[in-house]
Every structure is written in C-alpha cells, then in structure tokens.
C-alpha cells in the first residue's frame, strides 16, 4: 500500500511516500525550485516521492493526506477578522485572494495534479488535522511503543500547542491551547523585533541568547502572559500585531522594552541580545511546565516532539536534562515539512489500523536520509559536460582518508554524498565540513562561506562513540536536537569570557574545539553511526586517526537565503560562489585551484552576499 503525504501553502511544502507503512522517500519543495521556503504545491517533490518508490503514470496511489484541514484553517481566519473588525481588513484583505482561488479547493487541486502526472487516487484525500499529524511525524516514527506527545508552533487551524498519547498504533489528543495563545508566535514575536525573518531567523534568536542575559523574563511574564502551571497560557493581546495588523508587534509592545524593532541587517546591541536570552529562557519553562503535565496526563516514561518549536534544541536540551521523562524522541522535520510525513502515517496507523512493531532503540527515520541521490555515472556526465577538474577516488576508505587529510589541513569542504537529508538539518550528506580545532574556522565559515552573522555558532559531528568525551551528554544525539554543554576538562577563559565584548567573545578561544564552543560553552551535537551513515562515519574515523579528534564541524551547504543544495549541480554552484576550498560529490574531489573562472551575475552578489 503507498500512501503520499503532502503540506503546503504556508511554508516549507513537502511530500513524503510510505509504503506498508516505511518511509520510501521525503523531501522539501524548496530544495528543487531553489526558493527559500517554497509555500507553492511541493510537485516537484511529488514526483521525486513518485518515482523514488517506482510509481509511474497510469500507476495507482492507495491514498494520498494532506497536512491540516484548509476549511476549518479558513474558518479560523474569517472569526478572527470578526473579532478585530475593522482593524484587521488590509491583512484579511490580502490573505482572502489565495484563500478564494486555491486553498479552499484543495481536494480539487489535488486531483489535478495528479490527474496531470498520470497518477490514479484509490480512494478519497485524508484530511488530519495540523498538530494531528504533527503528533503522528512525532510518535509514529519514534523507537516507543507509548509515549507522550507535545507539538508546540505558531498555529494549525486552531490549535497551537497539543498534549497527546501515543500507544502502539494509535493516538489521542488529549489538551491543546488555542490560537490566539501560542508560543510558537511569541518566540516569533520576539525574532521580530530583534530584527529578524519570522519563520526562518528564529534559528538566530535562539544562537544571540547566550550572548546576552535574562534581564527581561519578569517583564515578559508579568505583561506578556499569564503562564499557569501546568503550562497553559494566555498572551496578552494588547501588546501583539499578528491579529488585526501584518506585523507581529505594536507600539505598546515597544514602550515595553524601550524603544522601537530592531531594523533588519543594522548593529545588533546589547538589549537584542538580553530580549533573546529572556524569551529563551520563558520559552523553556514553558516546554518544562507543559512536559510535566504530559507526564501526569499519560504516565509514561518516554515523550515525542514535533512542531517548529520543537527545533528549538537549546529547549530540547533543558528537557531532557531537567524534564520528567527518561527518553525523549524529536521528530528531525519538526516543522510543517514534516506534517506532509505525519499525514501519511496517520493514514498508514490511526486510520487504516494497520499494526505498529518497535524495538525501543532504533526509530524508522533512516537517519532522516530520505531525498534524492545521485549515481557515479550521472555525477560524472555533469563534471566532464561542464569541464570541472576532478579527483576521482572510487574506493570509500581511501576517499575517507583524503577527505580526512583535506579537513586535518584546515580546508573548508563541501560535502554532498548519499540520499539529502529530509529537514532543516545537514547531517553529513549536503554539510559543508572543516576542523573543529581551528580557532579561526568559525569567523571563516560564517563571513566567507556562509555569508551570515558572525554570532551565529556551528554544530559538531562526533562519532557516536565519542560523544561523552566531548560534551556533557549521555546519549547519542542523531539529528542535530539536543545542545549539549562541553566537557569542563576541555574548556578555557570562563572568567575572561564575562568581561568581554560581544565582537571579541566570539573570537575568543573557548575550548580545544573552538570552532563548534558557543559563548556560552555548549554545542548542538550530531552523534554519528556508522550503520546509520558509513560514509560520513568513515571521514570523522579517519580525521581521528590522523588528529586524535573524532569530531568535525557541520553547518548546511548553502548560503544565506537559498535553501540547502539537493543536486551536484546546485552543490558546484555554491562552492563557486564561495571561499570554500574543496568540493566532494560522492567519488569525486574537486579542487578550487583546478576550476575553470566562475563569473557571477551581479543580482546574485547584491542579494546574498553581505557587505
């Protein structure tokens, strides 16, 4: 039985094929189009589903799920122009047209695409609810048999954060709070007015906060929200945008902490860093207080997690640190990404009934590697085609030793090998990788490769095995979810850190790994298994045997406002437009000397490279 689950018209569309109930493949939209984001139907990602399980025209899909239920969503819209008439009309106003002309007609929508692609529907579309497949990308994939479920974002139809209970192949939502009470868009709120993108900089606030301190968290509880404890909530309304206006927050929200939004790219000061070191940490009590309601609804020992506030790893960390849980699994595509996952496992276990089997370690993500990859034969047809130089090294160990070598001599590399990872996370197979020890590789990746912030920190890859060597943490860590401090022993200049500047903290030489030490000496660790990811295990391997470090840095391959790269293509592309010194597609290596003069329109430049 296939059954292809689908999100979109929001941001990040998706589609995901599960056949008898395992994962065949999934993948964002905007890896194919190269649009940050693409809200647009994810076709592009159908058809890789499609004939990634060998499904072709005239073929027959058992059924096919979308993500939320667009009526109910629209219904939502409509009470809420209601309730704030006539302030909300220029933002009713706008979102109605796409509302009228598609979204509402998505069943329709639906049938035609796949009408166009030859593809016959067995049965009627399914329709979960948001934070129903939320629950489902959640739980159904976990390694647990039971389980307690938390979804935590911005808002579905009307839900914005769940409590639910997961047990063999079924789930029930047992609590929810409703929009407009949602702390998915107060984090937002606050990534707003810190001067970032809603929906893609809260990555940023998240990485700003240990730069600053708590010093707005009383502010923030005794006038944003009435926070209860078992984690229920209430924003005050009084002091937000979202509901009658198209900004997040309003005038009074700036009286409240002294003086108007940050404005995007200009100097970020010390009070954007004392506003997201606060939200962050109300963000965290709240996901605390909601966890131990989750375990006194359900009794259980294990908890899964899904939804955009469900990325939030710093969170994540503090859960499973002080949360009453003993396991706790995070859905790797938490975002709406990977509701098109949830939808067609909700199909696959609450609908169909079908029986569930887990063996309480391993979960049925596959490392989350589940997009395209690319042949031998079809990354060399594209290389000779374009004339690009390459080292062709067939054999994987001596490949993973050359890579090592390359690493050890502090290059910079982008890396795209096996099946692209599904999620916002790189882990191994589209990451750009360097040297851990380097003191100055951080500053390089970000201003040179990455073209972002130069507060923003990277994310380790350490061999499963030698997680506990570096980082207080005593479990593998597979997707990038947990941060994790490092170890005491390895870290320096905790006293000096205090005194300095924010320009000179991030220069300042933190631990023998300074390149993945955040200021305030934690990490988002990726624990990396050889079963899971031989290829990408075997480098980190060989860069131990040469250095005594089995850990690497691991940030995305991609720059600034593009989405990560899918195809080889995509991948020379980005190592053309940066200072990046060395290119592995699979079997290949490309060397930044050997390559003929890359010319780069000038759009391009303006719009992503900062100055």
Known sequence: MHILGISAYYHD????????????????EERFTRKKQDAGFPIHAVRYCLAEAGIRSGDTLDAVAFYDKPVLKFGRILETYMDTAPKGLKSFMMAVPIWMRQKLWMPMEIEEKF???????????YFPEHHQSHAASAFFPSPFQRAAILTLDGVGEWATSTIGFGQD???DMLKEIRFPHSLGLLYSAFTYFTGFKVNSGEYKLMGLAPYGKPIYRKRILDNLLDLREDGSFRLNLEYFGYLDGLQMTNDRFADLFEGPARKPESEISQREMDLAASIQVVTEEIVLKMANAAHKLTGSEN????GGVALNCVSNGRLLREGPFKEVWIQPASGDAGGALGAAMMVWYNVKKNPRRVDGRQDAMQGAYLGPSFSEDE???FLDAKGYAYEFIPDPHSRARRI????????????????????????????????ARSPKMQSIMNLKIKYRESFRPFAPSCLEERVQDFFELDRPSPYM????????????GREEAETLPMRERINQVRSDIPAITHVDYSARVQSVNPDTNPAYYAIIKEFEKLTGYGIIINTSFNVRGEPIVCTPEDAYRCFMRTEMDCLVLDSFILHKGNQPVWHENAKWQQDYVLD
């Open 13 to 28: 569309s998706a589609a995901c094929l599960i056949r008898d109930g395992h994962i065949v493949a999934a993948a964002q």
């Open 115 to 125: 009408e166009n692609l030859g593809i016959k529907v067995a049965e009627d579309i």
């Open 169 to 171: 192949n079924h789930i």
């Open 303 to 306: 908890v899964c997690l899904a």
């Open 379 to 381: 990354t060399r047809a």
């Open 404 to 435: 090592a070598e390359l690493i050890a001599e502090e290059k910079v590399i982008g890396c795209l090998q096996g099946r692209m990872e599904f999620g916002p996370r790189a882990l191994g197979n589209r990451s750009i990788i360097g040297d």
């Open 481 to 492: 979810l947990l941060v994790a401090q490092v170890q005491p022993s390895r870290c320096t």
